[in-house]
């Protein structure tokens, strides 16, 4: 362990086993440690280095506005957040946004709203329907909200008001539906639950529920958004359009932010009624709006579909090769790998020590989620370590 990993260990809460590595300097989809070793990195911030480590873009878009103006409150306009604003609205389905710091904030956020229309519209409906394996934050509301025990037993009592039901059955939103209900929040396709994909219709049939019942979708494309899949936005993909939805992660490059999209019937905040101290300030949202810019402008959601479908063909190839790799799933660049064993750990090592840069999305299965700006040459450089690793472990 080095000096600086034995302070974090004396200072730090242990939320997080972290991999034993400290990360000193990125660039592109490369990042080194403090002994100056390279590592290709297909963790990516947890999906949020879109644009790969310290793109150029990026880096002079938040130098200009660091020299100009970091941060004024939301008492008064600023440049940046009105011009991402517009940038966001133009290339989505929804009409106005609510800019916070973080995707659990920006889901809170959006609850809030939900539950403001069902004041409004709905008898006072504040009920959310979410799905099991979904995952929406950590603030209190949002552990409720997310379907996993795990994330749930250790802080019940939770905040009232959220129903999780199986993911993939509109049978069970029917059920879970009264007259209490205000809206319906799911992911497109959940990431942290296991990289689970929408089943075929099944999004169609939740968005006609809701149409039927009056009741708004929530989608949460913290993880999925901004080209991750292979679109800007997944719900392309699924020929609905939600009335609210959540964006933070690969938003602007690593700076934090979230936002809160809405269709104009379903923005309903009035002055007072939702706020945030740090939410739209123009350092995060020159970030933001570089970020965005680019990855319409240079179609990266199309390098995500098209890098993804190699990505996604170089590990079905191992598949095939190890009969313990069980399944291989994803969309764009958004990938899981699981295993008939509990070998996730072992490979994120062994491929550490190699020089690339996995996540442990459960102790049988590994998640890909490099920068969006990846090529085909990097993804098989990545390939062949996690084969050698494969290999290793297999006692080949
Ligand atoms: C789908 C989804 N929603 C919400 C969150 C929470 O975002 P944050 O960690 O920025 O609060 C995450 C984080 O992984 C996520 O993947």
Known sequence: MSEWQELEHKYFMPTVERTPVTLVRGQGVRVWDEDGRGYLDFVGGWAVNSLGHCHPVVAEAVMEQVKTLIHTSNQFYTIPQIRLAELLVQNSCLDKVFFGNSGTEVNEGAVKLARRYGKHYLNGAYEVITAKASFHGRTLAMVAATGQAKFQEPYVPLPVGFINVEYNSVEAIKVATTSQTCAVMLEPLQGEGGVNLPDEGYLTAVRAWCDQKGILLILDEIQTGLGRTGTLFAYEQYGIEPDIMTLA??????????????????????PGEHGSTFGGNPLACAAGYATLKFIIEEDIAGNARRVGEHLASG????????????????????????????????LVTACLDKGLLLNRLKPNALRFMPPLVISDEEVDEAIGILDGALLNISGG
């Open 315 to 346: 590990l079905g190839t191992l598949k095939d090769k190890f009969p313990f790799i069980t399944d291989v799933r994803g969309r764009g660049l958004l990938v899981a790998m699981e295993f008939s064993r509990d070998i996730a750990q072992s």
């Open 249 to 270: 992660k690969g938003l602007a490059s690593g700076l934090p932010i979230g936002v809160i999209l809405a269709k104009e019937r379903a923005s309903v905040f009035t």
